[in-house]
């Protein structure tokens, strides 16, 4: 009895983690192909599930930052769907590589396609040149329904607070390769040479040697410890049994 109580709990247990999970991560969201890194240009993946059971989603709009200006967005095709993409005069022109920007990309808008229930649809967009200064790009969407129902994924997360309802997609920007000083580090340890380079490396052996074999040890002893637990289960699953 005590068993299927169990059984029971954990089977309820995994299956909220399971409805809960669905719940979370049924938003539009972003993400790169590969590496969105800072002053870089990157290939983005707008991934839009269909929330609802009896329509289906025709139609996204993504809304770029206008303080964040992006000189170059191209979307990929997309058999079914058309693409309409709206560029805006800026007010300051942008020089990139040599040449003045004097408009940039606002909105992009897909329509004429169909998400269906229980379906999602990426949306692949290659950017740039991504920020500089900033550690993340949000981009404000608006999924439309077939029966007219229109939600707007504009809302953005406030640190210490729960998450929006309907949060808008957050494009995390990573360091740009330029930044890691790693190679600084490896510079400044080849520059150790003679004996107290050959000290240390004899030294930092030995610490090695000594790490590696309390960690077999350490193992071991974790195996055998596991091996015994087992064992214990089985004797008192057997003596429950002759008890019986």
Same mark, same amino acid.
């Given at each position: 009895?005590?068993?299927?109580?169990?059984?029971?709990?954990?089977?309820?247990?995994?299956?909220?983690?399971?409805?809960?999970?669905?719940?979370?991560?049924?938003?539009?969201?972003?993400?790169?192909?590969?590496?969105?890194?800072?002053?870089?240009?990157?290939?983005?993946?707008?991934?839009?599930?269909?929330?609802?059971?009896?329509?289906?989603?025709?139609?996204?709009?993504?809304?770029?930052?206008?303080?964040?200006?992006?000189?170059?967005?191209?979307?990929?095709?997309?058999?079914?769907?058309?693409?309409?993409?709206?560029?805006?005069?800026?007010?300051?022109?942008?020089?990139?590589?040599?040449?003045?920007?004097?408009?940039?990309?606002?909105?992009?808008?897909?329509?004429?396609?169909?998400?269906?229930?229980?379906?999602?649809?990426?949306?692949?967009?290659?950017?740039?040149?991504?920020?500089?200064?900033?550690?993340?790009?949000?981009?404000?969407?608006?999924?439309?329904?077939?029966?007219?129902?229109?939600?707007?994924?504009?809302?953005?997360?406030?640190?210490?607070?729960?998450?929006?309802?309907?949060?808008?997609?957050?494009?995390?920007?990573?360091?740009?390769?330029?930044?890691?000083?790693?190679?600084?580090?490896?510079?400044?340890?080849?520059?150790?040479?003679?004996?107290?380079?050959?000290?240390?490396? #004899?030294?930092?052996?030995?610490?090695?040697?000594?790490?590696?074999?309390?960690?077999?040890?350490?193992?071991?002893?974790?195996?055998?410890?596991?091996?015994?637990?087992?064992?214990?289960?089985?004797? #008192?699953?057997?003596?429950?049994?002759?008890?019986?």
């Amino acid at each position: 009895m005590k068993t299927s109580r169990v059984s029971f709990a954990a089977a309820l247990a995994a299956g909220s983690v399971l409805v809960l999970s669905g719940t979370a991560f049924a938003h539009v969201g972003v993400q790169p192909i590969g590496e969105a890194a800072k002053g870089g240009y990157a290939t983005l993946n707008f991934k839009v599930p269909n929330e609802r059971d009896n329509a289906s989603t025709t139609q996204l709009e993504v809304n770029f930052p206008v303080d964040q200006p992006l000189t170059s967005v191209m979307p990929q095709d997309i058999p079914g769907w058309t693409v309409n993409v709206e560029k805006t005069k800026l007010d300051k022109p942008l020089t990139v590589h040599g040449k003045q920007v004097n408009e940039v990309v606002t909105k992009v808008t897909w329509s004429g396609g169909k998400i269906g229930p229980g379906m999602f649809q990426q949306f692949p967009v290659s950017v740039g040149k991504l920020p500089e200064n900033a550690d993340q790009m949000v981009f404000k969407a608006i999924q439309t329904y077939d029966n007219n129902e229109v939600v707007r994924w504009i809302e953005e997360a406030k640190e210490g607070a729960a998450e929006p309802q309907t949060p808008a997609p957050v494009l995390k920007l990573t360091a740009a390769k330029g930044d890691d000083h790693h190679a600084d580090a490896k510079t400044d340890e080849a520059k150790n040479t003679g004996k107290d380079a050959g000290k240390d490396a #004899g030294h930092g052996h030995d610490e090695a040697a000594a790490d590696h074999g309390s960690d077999t040890t350490a193992r071991a002893l974790g195996i055998a410890g596991i091996v015994v637990g087992l064992g214990g289960v089985a004797f #008192g699953i057997a003596s429950r049994r002759r008890s019986a």
